[in-house]
């Protein structure tokens, strides 16, 4: 079967680094996304990764390794408003999204 | 804002009642989506429309109905729930259905359901 693992909860304090990893086994690979879910809003995009090797979009980067089924989000600078679920979500070879059930990440001041 | 809109934003229902979701989106997408989101499980794909024709309904009970008149509106007809239905329901869109290049879906706030 398709599987996507990622932790439940972290916690980081507020201008600190915080790394979200994401494994996962599919049919297949067409690419890797990281959302951002604030409670009781939309998912939002941040990023897609389908090629080895970091991809950095200001405050946070986003890492995948094909060979190893692995990715991480990086958070650098933590901000309050960075409390919020993180969706790892992989699309496999028939372009469906496999989506991971996400990282809920507590700021504490 | 991301372009994409759901009315309502919450709803309680009981065992017996019919109801609908609606969605629009307002960014010329060709594809739009519907997804089941309960608390700490995956997103679950419910069904695809890609220009107004049903292309995927992944084993989701007929007491679920979508409609899809026309490339901007996405209805959820709901009839004889149960309550392990009650859960966050998203809809969403994507400029195509699928295609190579990490199309991106773009996401309402989705209706909190409650069945009873």
């Known amino acids: 079967g398709q599987n996507i693992d990622q932790p439940t909860e972290m916690t980081a304090t507020e201008g600190a680094i915080v790394q979200i990893n994401c494994t996962y086994q599919t049919s297949g690979f067409n690419g890797l996304f990281w959302y951002q879910q604030h409670a009781g809003e939309a998912p939002t995009f941040l990023s897609y990764n389908v090629l080895d090797g970091l991809e950095e979009k200001g405050r946070f980067s986003s890492f995948l390794s094909r060979s190893k089924g692995y990715s991480y989000l990086l958070l650098k600078e933590l901000q309050m408003k960075d409390s919020a679920s993180y969706l790892c979500?992989?699309?496999?070879?028939?372009?469906?999204?496999?989506w991971g059930a996400g990282t809920k990440l507590i700021i504490k001041p | 804002e991301t372009g994409v809109t759901q009315t309502p934003r919450h709803l309680v229902m009981g065992m017996t009642n019919k109801k609908s979701l609606k969605c629009e989106q307002h960014l010329g997408h060709n594809a739009m989506y519907w997804y089941k989101q309960s608390a700490k499980k995956p997103l679950e794909l419910m069904f695809v429309y890609s220009l107004e024709e049903r292309v995927e309904n992944n084993s989701v009970p007929s007491r679920f109905s979508p409609e899809c008149p026309n490339s901007s509106h996405l209805f959820l007809h709901l009839h004889t729930l149960q309550p392990e239905d009650s859960a966050l329901y998203l809809c969403?869109?994507?400029?195509?259905?699928?295609?190579?290049?990490?199309?991106?879906?773009?996401f309402g706030p989705g209706t909190r359901l409650l069945v009873l």
């Open positions: 979500a992989v699309m496999d070879s028939n372009y469906q999204l496999i």
């Open positions: 969403a869109s994507s400029q195509e259905w699928q295609i190579e290049g990490g199309e991106t879906q773009y």
